[in-house]
């Protein structure tokens, strides 16, 4: 009761922002009656789809829905008959399900409310639930406990900052860690601090990281091609593309780029923007650059016949940027020059780009490391120094063409983690979804 009175307080004490945000962005006004009070029973059988019980796997949002289809595909290739239900708690991740997996498998998750977490729990005859990297929500993960749904964490990752912070409140937290049936953790660091939190050690394997099996392999695909016909790519263009950006670091690429463009005439920037409701901001700061953007969302029906050196293109779209680092050269990683922490930065390793970020990237930490050591990319102190990565990038291809083959010689070696995955479900616990579809 407590912990629903504190989610109370602190949604009354964000209130003002959330409804700014609604009015201005449209956001969090999806799926209200989910979030608040869980599914319904209609909704729970169209998702059981005549099935006796559920396989639940929750995706917060973009990244994580990402690492789904694969899984998917491997456990119903296994148990066709098995139904399986897909959750996210944003409205990006949620249409990325829906075009993943189609509307009538896919639900908002309910806030951590006891009333919407059992609710959901019992509509859905939920028999496992599995939880996308770790969304520590200890209603959910009680409720699943006493409706004798186990528990399984897959990609787990854990920081020290954050490990260090749940064992701060190890008192209220610790119980929640404990209920965990099944952890596969990205390294043994990760699962080293589950078991501090409280997960028993019985319970904890390094499975590796699943982004490194999603990553790409090769840029000779439809979507990529399509990509670069669509924006008029010539062979002699370096294309580089800046993609998750967060506030600030779009007039960052911007001024590298008008810097660098005059000297390097071949040289053409992509950007893509982390969240949708910036993309008009970011096509305003492309314009006051003096530059031309060229915006996916109203050109999809055009194909350019030349991509000019003062068109800026913006992916104002949700889910293409994997594709789009299959059109690039050079590759810099957003979110990672302020306090967001980085992004997936194995998208464009994979395709053997030259890769780049910024100084934060704690929350890929590992990852940032092991391509740093393979000499499969650069990090980048400042604005300064980002300037200097790309004009090398440009005159110097066969340096930049060495990193790129690092990088995806590094994800390459590190693949396998599905196979590790499917290994830890196939314990009784998954079997016993099995047999109850």
């Known amino acids: 009761m407590w912990l629903n009175l504190a989610y109370l ?10 409804v700014y945000r609604m009015l201005r962005h449209g956001r969090y006004r999806r799926g209200i009656s989910e979030k608040l009070f869980g599914i319904s029973a209609d909704r729970g059988n169209q998702l059981r789809g005549g099935s006796n019980g559920v396989l639940w796997l929750h995706a917060v949002s973009v990244g994580e829905v990402n690492l789904l289809p694969e899984l998917v595909r491997r456990l119903q290739k296994r148990s066709p008959q098995t139904a399986i239900a897909i959750s996210s708690s944003t409205d990006t991740g949620y249409d990325l399900a829906c075009k993943h997996f189609g509307a009538e498998r896919v639900f908002f998750c309910p806030l951590d409310f ?4 059992h609710r959901t729990l019992k509509h859905l005859g939920c028999q496992q639930l599995v939880l996308a990297e770790l969304e520590l929500w200890p209603n959910l993960i009680r ?12 990609n787990g990752r854990l920081s020290e900052t954050s490990a260090s912070r749940y064992q701060q ?19 043994t660091a990760a699962a080293a601090r589950f078991v501090a939190c409280g997960v028993n050690e019985k319970n904890v394997l390094v499975t590796g990281s699943l982004k490194f099996d999603n990553a790409p392999t090769t840029r000779d695909t439809s979507e ?6 669509w924006a008029g790519v010539d062979p002699w263009h370096r294309v580089w593309c800046f993609g998750s950006t967060q506030s600030g670091e779009e007039s960052m690429g911007l001024r590298v780029y008008q810097q660098l463009r005059e000297r390097h005439p ?8 982390r969240h949708k409701e910036r993309f008009d901001e970011v096509a305003s700061q492309i314009q006051a650059a003096g530059l031309k953007p060229v915006r996916r969302s109203r050109n999809e029906s055009q194909y350019a016949d030349q991509w000019d050196s003062d068109e800026v293109i913006l992916i104002d779209t949700i889910g293409e940027l994997r594709h789009w680092w299959g059109v690039c050269h050079i590759a810099t990683v957003g979110g990672s020059f302020g306090d967001r922490g980085g992004q997936n930065m194995l998208e464009p390793a994979g395709y053997g780009c030259a890769v780049s970020f910024g100084p934060n990237t704690k929350n890929f930490d590992t990852i ?7 000499e499969g990319a650069v990090r980048v102190a400042d604005e300064l120094e980002l300037t200097q990565f790309v004009a090398k990038c440009v005159t110097d291809v066969a340096s930049a063409d060495a990193l790129g083959q690092a990088a995806a010689k590094l994800v390459q070696q590190h693949r396998g983690a599905y196979n590790e995955t499917l290994q830890m479900l196939r314990g009784e616990d998954l079997r016993s979804v099995v047999r109850a579809a």
């Not at 409140?169 to 390294?187: A, H, I, K, M, Y």
């Not at 071949?266 to 923007?273: G, M, N």
Request: a positive charge.
């Open 9 to 18: 307080f602190a949604l009354t004490a964000v209130s003002p922002v959330v």
């Open 224 to 229: 990529v091609n399509e990509r670069i016909n």
């Open 143 to 154: 409720a699943a406990e006493s409706h004798g749904c186990p528990v399984a964490v897959i």
């Open 266 to 273: 071949d040289l053409r920037l992509i950007l893509v923007p």
């Open 169 to 187: 409140f190890s008192r209220w937290l610790r119980p929640t860690f404990e209920r965990l049936n099944q952890v596969g953790c990205q390294d």
């Open 368 to 374: 940032a490391k092991q391509l740093l050591a393979a």
């Open 114 to 117: 006891s009333w919407a977490v």
